[in-house]
């Protein structure tokens, strides 16, 4: 009887064994079902990305009268950096410089201001800053297109027309609202326990903002950076309204003006985008990790 119960149990156990090992199989082949439909999707939208880039890169290696007569998708069998030489010697670095005069100029202000304003519009649970603070937000509302003639009468008025300064005083103001709500977000998260460990340490509100929260909020702040930095390098609108002189160009200008110099020259102007584009991609491959942690903390928030 017992050695009956014995085998029915261990019979038992047996099937109950091979249930696990069943189920685990359906798991294990439903977590390798494949989604073809998102995979090809996936590579169309691969292509439409890399088609053109790959095209506005050969196309640069290539002379202006083997643009016409060769298959466009095809690399140029005796490429040439004649249209880099040109657009260098046609005033390029300097325009690069402005560029980066004023997109640092923007950044770090904007940066720094947008932190101290986080912090304290988290850590202060007072009437008036909550005020302001909502106050400015309502910035993200309003596109640059729309205070474009009330910015260049400021801009007037103060006499900075013309002028690089021009460029960074409203390109500071206008990152201000998102970089505040970004980095507000990141703020709110850290411990309220490491705060008041510090004060009892001794430390005053600002040692603990860039003691403590600046150092914790370094991927917001590396995704913020990146972010004004690509509004104000690609920026063209405000360029083009508030400055006038040549040596003040900036690149986004500067390519207006080869597009019109060379208009037939394609390769050349395109040879000028790929100078353009270089300093952003550099940087995003520097600050690629803190970029992606900053973006995946804020998908878990």
Not at 83 to 92: A, G, I, L, P, S
Not at 165 to 184: C, E
Not at 284 to 290: I, L, M, N, P, W
Request: glycine share 6%.
């Amino acid at each position: 009887m017992s050695s009956t119960l014995t085998r029915g149990g261990t019979q038992t156990r047996g099937d109950q064994h091979g249930h696990r090992r069943s189920a685990g199989r359906e798991g294990a082949t439903k977590v390798r079902r494949r989604n073809v439909p998102a995979g090809v999707a996936g590579w169309v939208w691969l292509a439409v990305i890399i088609v053109p880039i790959y095209w506005i890169v050969i196309t640069s290696f290539k002379a202006q009268s083997d643009y016409f007569v060769q298959n466009p998708l095809l690399p140029s069998p005796s490429p040439t950096l004649d249209n880099y030489r040109m657009v260098v010697e046609n005033d390029f670095v300097r325009y690069f410089v402005n560029s980066a005069v004023v997109t640092l100029g923007a950044v770090v202000p904007a940066v720094a201001f947008a932190f101290l304003a986080a912090y304290a519009v988290v850590r202060s649970g007072g009437r008036y800053v909550q005020g302001v603070s909502r106050i400015l937000l309502l910035g993200l509302a309003i596109p640059v297109q729309a205070t474009i003639i009330p910015v260049y009468l400021i801009i007037i008025r103060l006499q900075l027309y013309d002028s690089l300064l021009a460029l960074i005083l409203p390109s500071v103001a206008f990152a201000l609202p998102l970089s505040v709500l970004i980095l507000g977000n990141f703020v709110r998260d850290v411990p309220r326990e490491l705060f008041e460990s510090m004060r009892l340490d001794g430390a005053s509100e600002w040692q603990m903002a860039w003691r403590l929260a600046f150092p914790l909020t370094r991927p917001a702040i590396v995704t913020v950076c990146i972010y004004n930095g690509l509004q104000v390098w690609n920026g063209f609108l405000l360029p083009l309204v508030l400055t006038q002189s040549p040596d003040l160009r900036v690149l986004p200008l500067a390519l207006w003006t080869f597009q019109g110099q060379y208009s037939v020259n394609v390769p050349a102007v395109l040879a000028a985008v790929v100078l353009s584009t270089l300093p952003i991609l550099v940087f995003y491959v520097v600050g690629r990790r803190q970029l992606v942690s900053g973006l995946t903390a804020g998908f878990t928030k």
